[in-house]
Structure formats: C-alpha cells, structure tokens
C-alpha cells in the first residue's frame, strides 16, 4: 500500500485528524493533519486538494468544519480557492512572513509568547498633542514608554518596532519587563488584580522611518503597517496602549468575523 493510500485509510472522524492537538477546535485538528500531508508532500504544489464533499466523508464532519479548516490553510498560505479550479496547493509563505491570527483576546498571547523583546528605552513620558493624538489619549499625562524591536526565533531582521506605553497607575511593572519574556498585559491583570475586557484594534498604512530602515533591512518609505491596541479594564480604564509598526511585506493579520444574532 502506498503512503497516500494509507493516509486515507485513515479511520474517519475525530480519531482520523491530528491527535497531537486533541484538545484544539475540531477545524484545527483538520487543519493540522492537511497541513502536514501538504508540507509532507503527499499533496505537491499546483495539485488539487479534495473536494468539500469528499474531506467530510473521509473526516465525518460537516462542511462548516472543513470551510472552516480550508480557511486557516488559506491563512496560513498554503493553498488557493479558485473559481471552477477548486482548491489548489501553493509555494508556502517565505519564512520571514509573520502571521498573526487574532479572534479573541487571548489570541494576542500567542504574538509576544513566541516572540522576544528587546527594550531599548522606558522612561515616563508627558505625552505632547502629537504623541497623545497617535495614540488617542489625553495630552499632559504620564505614561510609561516603553520601546524597542521584537524578535521571532529564526528571523534575522526583526518582527516588528513596538511601543508601549503603560497607565502611570500601574507603571509599577516596568521594574519587572527587563526580566519578563512575555506579554505585559497578563503581568499588569496578575500584579493589579485587574481583567482586560476589551482590547480595540486599529490598523494603519504608515511608511518606514530612516532609523528603523536600517534595523529591518528594507529601504527608507518602504510600506508599513502600524497596529495600535487599546487595552480597558473591566472597570473602563485604559490600562496599556501599544503600537506595532511592520514592514508591510512580512506581516499579515487573521482575522475572523462571526455574525451575532440580534
């Protein structure tokens, strides 16, 4: 039997998808098994995957789920839905791509878990009407600034430039980012005995400035995306807002919108 035909003998269902990500949404799970069929070579590139029809009879799942899957390959840059082509595999994404899903608040966790900050600078600052206006606060007040790249393991230059600036009342955790790894706003809930319960997000064309043009090995005015986030407090405080500045190029940003009911 060759290996294509022991793969689909796969038994269908749940026990037929990835077993390692047991405990992820079932769409995942498919998506991880086609995702590792698809790196493995078992479906090269410009071959057709599967139809809709024939994933959920080998996977016995609906095809909101197989959508759902085929999507997140799609995310990921793997594979192409064409008109009357069906869904086609494509050249993975370059390994300097960084991509970020984000459907929830916890999902901005996995941005900074895998990623390493390198502070160049925190100090309070007064914001000037240029600054507070950037960031949709308050001119004349204190914040902690805190700025420097971000790296991604196995990436030479660097994810992104980050800036983050941190609500006076709770710049008591700045004495514990040089030794801290991961994201800041689970560190400020934990110390401050506070929940984030909203986080806005708001996405805006910007050009590479000649400092950072050096440091990400692009020209200066290459394109840009910056991605401002206000985090709030259950309470309504503005606890911490932070400005990622990427180049345009090696960045893409997931994202999924579900309808809710009336």
């Known amino acids: 039997m060759d290996h294509k035909s022991d793969i689909s003998a796969r038994p269908p269902g749940p026990d037929g998808v990835a077993r390692k990500a047991a405990g992820q949404p079932l769409y995942l799970r498919v998506a991880a098994t086609l995702k590792e069929e698809i790196l493995g ?30 999507r997140q390959l799609r995310d990921d840059g793997l594979i192409m839905s064409r008109q009357g082509a069906g869904t086609v595999v494509v050249p993975a994404a370059a390994p300097d791509l960084y991509v970020l899903h984000a459907m929830s608040i916890n999902d901005l966790l996995t941005f900074t878990t895998n990623t390493r900050f390198e502070i160049e600078m925190m100090k309070m600052v007064t914001l000037d009407d240029p600054l507070a206006a950037r960031l949709d606060l308050q001119a004349g007040d204190e914040w902690l600034a805190i700025r420097g790249f971000r790296h991604a393991e196995g990436m030479e230059a660097p994810v992104c430039w980050t800036e983050y600036y941190i609500n006076r009342e709770f710049a008591a955790v700045g004495r514990l980012l040089p030794r801290h790894a991961g994201p800041i706003f689970p560190l400020i809930e934990d110390l401050f005995a506070l929940s984030i319960g909203e986080v806005q997000q708001e996405v805006t064309a910007v050009l590479i400035t000649a400092e950072q043009a050096a440091r990400y090995q692009v020209d200066e005015g290459t394109a840009a995306l910056e991605v401002r986030r206000i985090y709030t407090a259950a309470d309504g405080r503005i606890v911490q807002v932070t400005v990622n500045i990427h180049p345009a190029a090696r960045f893409r940003l997931s994202m999924t919108m579900r309808r809710v009911k009336p």
């Open 41 to 70: 070579g078992l479906h090269p590139v410009g071959a057709q995957l599967p139809t809709e029809h024939e994933l959920c009879a080998r996977f016995a799942v609906s095809r909101f789920t197989i959508r759902e899957a085929l």
